[in-house]
C-alpha cells in the first residue's frame, strides 16, 4: 500500500495511517516520506510493514556519511536530518508524558523546555562495542544490524571519536589475525577512546579460562598502541555484566577521561555516558535544578562511577552515593581519591535496600532504562529533599515514574529538559526536575 509516514517512534520506525485510520509502523521510513510498503504483520490495533520503494523522499532526508546507514542498528536516524531528529525526541517526550503520564497538553507545554545537545554530531562516541562472527571460515567483528539477529562488518563508524576512525578496522584485523592460531571465546570487543586524553583501550569479554594473554597483548599493541589493554571475564555467556574479574593485559587497566575538568578512571565493565561533551550538558542541568549549597546534604541514587557525585560533592558538606554494581562501586572511590574528596559515602548496593537512613537536602537519580521502583518513589518522597533532579535515558519510564510521584503528592515536577546525547539515533536523555 501506500503511506505517508507522519512522525516517528521511539524507535527506528515510521508511523503512518491506513485507509482506516489505522496506525502502520514502517520500518524504512522517516517522516515526511511516502513510500510503497509491504504489510508483514496485521494486528486489530495496529500493523507493521516494510519500505519496498521511497515514492516521494521526505524534504527532512539527508545523506549520511555512513554507507551502512539503512543496515547498520548504530545510527537508524542517520538519513534524517537534525532538525527532524531533535523535533521527533521531543514529540516523543510530549507523547509519552501525555499518554502514559496523564498529563494535558497545557501541562506537558510548560513542562518541557528546549532541547540541549552538543556540538557534535557524527564522532561524539567515546566507545564502540563489537561482535565477532565467523564469516567464510574467519572470525570477523562487526555490529548488530537494523535486524538484531545481522552482524555489520564495517571498516570504521562515523559515530565513534574521529581522532581514532582508524581503530576498528586495526583491531578488527589484529583480532582477525590472532583468531587463525586457536579459539579466543570472544563474546565482544569494547574501544574506549578520549578526545580529551587521548586515551585508548581496547576490553575483550571472554569466559573464564585459559587465553592467550602474552600473544594477544603483543598483537594488539603493535597494531593500535592502545594505553590500556583488559580482559573482562564474564560468569553468564555473551549478554552477561556479571564479572568473574577483570585482567591488564598490557597498559594502564583503566581508561582515563576529563568530564567536567575532573580527572575520571574508568574501568572496562562500568557504565560511562558514551557522548563526554554531552554528558557536561546533564551536570550543567541537574546541578542548576538541585543548586546545592555548601552547608546542604546531597543524596546520589544509583551514582555509577561519580558523573553526579563529584559535581555535588564539589558543592555540599556531604553526599550520599549508592551503587550495586562492583565495578562501578570500585571506580567511584577511586575517582573520589583523585579529586581528594572525602565528603562522600560511597554505599555499595541497591538503592532501595540500601537507602540512606539520613535525610537529604537535594536528591540526583539516574536509574536505568526500567526507571523507578514503586518502592525506591516512596523512599524518596519521605527523604526530606526540597528539589529531586531525576536523569532518564527512556521517556516511557519517566512519564509512569512522574505520574507515581505526582499520585503520591510530595514532590511535582516543574521542568522536563530533553537533551540528544545520541544524535542519529531515537535515543534520549530527559533531566526531570521535581521540588516539594
Known amino acids: 500500500?501506500?503511506?505517508?509516514?507522519?512522525?516517528?517512534?521511539?524507535?527506528?520506525?515510521?508511523?503512518?495511517?491506513d485507509a482506516s485510520g489505522k496506525a502502520v509502523f514502517v520500518s524504512g521510513g522517516l517522516v515526511g516520506d511516502t513510500v510503497s510498503a509491504r504489510i508483514v504483520e496485521e494486528g486489530q490495533r495496529f500493523s507493521r510493514a516494510v519500505v519496498e520503494e521511497v515514492l516521494e523522499p521526505s524534504p527532512?532526508?539527508?545523506?549520511?556519511?555512513?554507507?551502512?546507514?539503512?543496515?547498520?542498528?548504530?545510527?537508524?536516524?542517520?538519513?534524517?536530518?537534525?532538525?527532524?531528529q531533535r523535533a521527533a525526541k521531543i514529540e516523543n517526550l510530549r507523547s509519552c508524558l501525555e499518554?502514559?503520564?496523564?498529563?494535558?497538553?497545557?501541562?506537558?507545554?510548560?513542562?518541557i523546555k528546549p532541547l540541549r545537545h552538543a556540538k557534535d554530531a557524527w564522532g561524539y562516541r567515546n566507545k564502540i562495542e563489537l561482535t565477532p562472527h565467523k564469516q567464510a571460515g574467519k572470525l570477523r567483528l562487526g555490529m548488530h544490524g537494523r535486524n538484531p539477529q545481522d552482524i555489520v562488518v564495517v571498516p570504521a563508524c562515523p559515530l565513534f571519536e574521529k581522532r581514532f576512525a582508524g581503530a576498528v578496522r586495526s583491531v578488527a584485523g589484529a583480532?582477525?589475525?590472532?583468531?587463525?592460531?586457536?579459539?579466543?571465546?570472544?563474546?565482544?570487543?569494547?574501544?574506549?577512546?578520549?578526545?580529551?586524553?587521548?586515551?585508548?583501550?581496547v576490553a575483550l569479554w571472554t569466559p573464564t579460562g585459559g587465553f592467550p594473554r602474552a600473544q594477544v597483548s603483543r598483537v594488539l599493541t603493535e597494531a593500535i598502541r592502545p594505553k590500556s589493554i583488559v580482559r573482562v571475564m564474564s560468569k553468564e555467556g555473551r549478554r552477561a555484566r556479571?564479572?568473574?574479574?577483570?585482567e591488564v593485559l598490557a597498559g594502564e587497566g583503566s581508561w582515563h577521561e576529563t568530564l567536567a575538568k575532573e580527572s575520571m578512571r574508568i574501568s572496562a565493565p562500568s557504565f560511562f555516558q558514551v557522548n563526554t561533551r554531552a554528558a557536561e550538558i546533564l551536570i550543567d542541568l541537574v546541578m542548576d535544578a538541585l543548586t546545592p549549597k555548601p552547608h546542604e546534604v546531597a543524596m546520589d541514587l544509583y551514582c555509577g562511577a561519580g558523573t553526579f557525585t563529584i559535581p555535588l560533592a564539589r558543592r555540599s558538606a556531604y553526599v550520599a552515593a549508592v551503587e550495586a554494581y562492583g565495578p562501578a562501586v570500585r571506580d567511584l572511590r577511586r575517582?573520589?581519591?583523585?579529586?581528594?574528596?572525602?565528603?562522600?559515602?560511597?554505599?555499595?548496593?541497591?538503592?532501595?535496600?540500601e537507602f540512606p537512613d539520613e535525610g537529604a537536602d537535594v536528591l540526583v537519580?539516574?536509574?536505568?532504562?526500567?526507571?523507578?521502583?514503586?518502592?525506591?518513589?516512596?523512599?524518596?518522597?519521605?527523604?526530606g529533599a526540597r528539589d529531586i533532579a531525576y536523569v532518564s535515558c527512556d521517556p516511557a519510564t519517566l512519564a509512569r515514574d512522574l505520574a507515581r510521584f505526582v499520585q503520591e503528592g510530595t514532590y511535582h515536577p516543574i521542568s522536563a529538559t530533553p537533551a540528544d546525547l545520541f544524535p542519529q539515533t531515537y535515543h534520549m536523555e530527559t533531566v526531570c526536575h521535581l521540588t516539594r
Request: aromatic share 4%.
Open 99 to 111: 499518554r502514559i503520564g496523564g498529563f494535558s497538553s497545557d501541562e506537558t507545554q510548560a513542562l
Open 175 to 201: 583480532i582477525g589475525f590472532l583468531s587463525g592460531s586457536g579459539d579466543l571465546m570472544l563474546e565482544r570487543v569494547g574501544i574506549r577512546a578520549s578526545r580529551n586524553t587521548g586515551a585508548l583501550e
Open 60 to 84: 527532512d532526508r539527508v545523506q549520511a556519511p555512513c554507507p551502512f546507514v539503512d543496515i547498520c542498528g548504530g545510527c537508524p536516524w542517520g538519513s534524517l536530518s537534525l532538525d527532524a
Open 242 to 246: 556479571r564479572v568473574s574479574g577483570v
Open 1 to 17: 500500500m501506500q503511506l505517508t509516514i507522519t512522525s516517528m517512534t521511539y524507535g527506528s520506525d515510521g508511523i503512518a495511517r
Open 365 to 383: 537519580v539516574d536509574p536505568p532504562r526500567a526507571g523507578l521502583e514503586k518502592a525506591a518513589i516512596d523512599l524518596i518522597a519521605k527523604s
Open 335 to 353: 575517582n573520589l581519591e583523585i579529586a581528594g574528596l572525602d565528603n562522600v559515602d560511597v554505599i555499595g548496593g541497591d538503592a532501595v535496600r
